[in-house]
């Protein structure tokens, strides 16, 4: 073998290489296995190495362990209030993130409006789109006081809630607006007449629900049950129109239809990795942070005079990756995901606060488990 210049390489016999380090990876392969590392033209090394034996030949067992995997899972929640929640779950496979993200928007029940029966529309509005309008309200009310309810069920008061809404425009007055607020909840189940009752008949009225008594009175029912939104438009009104009707809600699954969803939104990203290869300073420095439209880096003052680039705020990159864009910036700045730390957000629709709703897809998910721990004994 010889070089450009002709001068010959010497060989080196394969058993005169230096041995690998037993029981631990190398640099690069540890970065490979635990980054994504983004480069200008594309992510690579985006897969998770999950075979135990991938790198048996260094002494590695890259098996799952329970012990190790209870030493790294942690969670910790960076924000929460009554309707959104953002916290970073770590030591976990993208797998399970995506388990439960999709847990939250499908498989949660929440009570959502079902049934509507108009008993009198004379709005520009047909009966169906307010229908539809009305199912999509996210109502505030705890779906685990409730049951499913299925064909053969007769409505009542631990599977059903009744709605009544019942808005008149005068006829000299402005348009009106039909908003949330105007349904009404009926603790006493229905009001309307499922059949005419004949006059002087001793027989029990009957309406679209049986329930043995009021809602109000069950346990578990403290606030009142309305909708999770006050300020919704469902409809609007011109002079001398109206609009009466009464709603039912019932239990479901956002798998089902989307108006169950629990959820705004759920969603997760890998944690950013910033890394300065070099110390970058000057006007090298300046020009690193006008590259980032997010304001990743910063500038730092060096003690004795001159200014370095300081990777300041990595948690809000978007990989847009104009840092590392032409010039060689990849031989400078570094970008890269870490595959095991989930920056996960979640964002209630009002029915239950985003820290229940996900303690209870944690529920969901322990059940699965155990469904499939029983079928395998």
Same mark, same amino acid.
């Given at each position: 073998?010889?070089?450009? #210049?002709?001068? #010959?390489?010497?060989?080196?016999?394969?058993? =005169?290489?230096?041995?690998?380090?037993?029981?631990?990876?190398?640099?690069?392969?540890?970065?490979? +296995?635990?980054?994504?590392?983004?480069?200008?033209?594309?992510?690579?090394?985006?897969?998770?190495?999950?075979?135990?034996?991938?790198?048996?030949?260094?002494?590695?067992?890259?098996?799952?362990?329970?012990?190790?995997?209870?030493?790294?899972?942690?969670?910790?929640?960076?924000?929460?209030?009554?309707?959104?929640?953002?916290?970073?779950?770590?030591?976990?496979?993208?797998?399970?993130?995506?388990? !439960?993200?999709?847990?939250?928007?499908? &498989?949660?029940?929440?009570?959502? %409006?079902?049934?509507?029966?108009?008993?009198?529309?004379?709005?520009?509005?047909?009966?169906?789109? %307010?229908?539809?309008?009305?199912?999509?309200?996210?109502?505030?009310?705890?779906? +685990?006081?409730?049951?499913?309810?299925?064909?053969?069920?007769?409505?009542?008061?631990?599977?059903?809630?009744? !709605?009544?809404?019942?808005?008149?425009?005068?006829?000299?007055?402005?348009?009106?607006?039909?908003?949330?607020?105007?349904?009404?909840?009926?603790?006493?189940?229905?009001?309307?007449?499922?059949?005419?009752?004949?006059?002087?008949?001793?027989?029990?009225?009957?309406?679209?629900?049986?329930?043995?008594?009021?809602?109000?009175?069950?346990?578990?029912?403290?606030?009142?049950?309305?909708?999770?939104?006050?300020?919704?438009?469902?409809?609007?009104?011109?002079?001398?129109? &109206?609009?009466?009707?009464?709603?039912?809600?019932?239990?479901?699954?956002?798998?089902?239809?989307?108006?169950?969803?629990?959820?705004? $939104?759920?969603?997760?990203?890998?944690?950013?990795?910033?890394?300065?290869?070099?110390?970058?300073?000057?006007? #090298?420095?300046? &020009?690193?942070?006008?590259?980032?439209?997010?304001?990743?880096?910063?500038?730092?003052?060096?003690?004795?005079?001159? +200014?370095?680039?300081?990777?300041?705020?990595?948690?809000?990159?978007?990989?847009?990756?104009?840092?590392?864009?032409? =010039?060689?910036?990849?031989?400078?700045?570094?970008?890269? +995901?870490?595959?095991?730390? !989930?920056?996960?957000?979640?964002?209630?629709?009002?029915?239950?606060?985003? =820290?229940?709703?996900? $303690? &209870?897809?944690?529920?969901?998910?322990?059940?699965?488990?155990?469904?499939?721990?029983?079928?395998?004994?």
């Amino acid at each position: 073998m010889a070089d450009v #210049k002709g001068q #010959k390489t010497p060989k080196i016999p394969v058993w =005169d290489l230096p041995d690998v380090p037993k029981g631990v990876l190398p640099s690069h392969i540890e970065l490979q +296995r635990t980054r994504v590392l983004c480069t200008s033209a594309a992510p690579t090394y985006t897969e998770s190495v999950q075979y135990s034996g991938a790198y048996a030949s260094m002494g590695v067992d890259n098996s799952l362990s329970f012990a190790q995997f209870k030493k790294n899972f942690k969670v910790d929640i960076i924000s929460l209030d009554e309707d959104d929640m953002e916290f970073d779950m770590i030591g976990i496979d993208a797998a399970i993130a995506n388990a !439960f993200r999709r847990i939250l928007i499908a &498989e949660l029940p929440t009570m959502a %409006i079902q049934s509507v029966f108009i008993a009198n529309n004379t709005s520009v509005i047909p009966d169906e789109s %307010i229908a539809h309008r009305l199912g999509l309200v996210p109502l505030k009310i705890d779906p +685990r006081l409730f049951d499913y309810i299925s064909e053969n069920d007769e409505p009542n008061e631990k599977n059903t809630i009744v !709605f009544k809404l019942h808005v008149r425009c005068g006829k000299k007055g402005p348009r009106l607006s039909v908003k949330s607020n105007e349904l009404k909840w009926l603790p006493n189940g229905s009001e309307l007449l499922l059949d005419e009752s004949t006059p002087g008949s001793s027989s029990k009225v009957r309406t679209r629900t049986s329930f043995s008594r009021s809602q109000d009175s069950l346990p578990g029912f403290k606030d009142p049950i309305g909708p999770g939104n006050n300020d919704i438009l469902i409809a609007r009104l011109g002079p001398g129109q &109206e609009i009466e009707l009464e709603a039912h809600a019932n239990k479901g699954i956002g798998r089902t239809h989307a108006k169950w969803s629990p959820v705004a $939104t759920a969603w997760y990203r890998m944690l950013p990795e910033i890394v300065l290869l070099e110390e970058i300073k000057g006007d #090298k420095a300046e &020009e690193l942070v006008k590259k980032c439209p997010i304001k990743v880096f910063d500038i730092e003052d060096i003690p004795g005079g001159g +200014r370095k680039a300081t990777v300041a705020r990595p948690r809000a990159c978007t990989l847009c990756r104009e840092c590392i864009r032409g =010039d060689d910036w990849e031989k400078l700045v570094a970008v890269r +995901r870490v595959k095991d730390h !989930f920056i996960f957000r979640v964002e209630s629709t009002g029915a239950l606060p985003p =820290d229940v709703l996900f $303690t &209870e897809a944690v529920k969901i998910l322990e059940q699965k488990c155990e469904r499939v721990i029983a079928e395998l004994c």
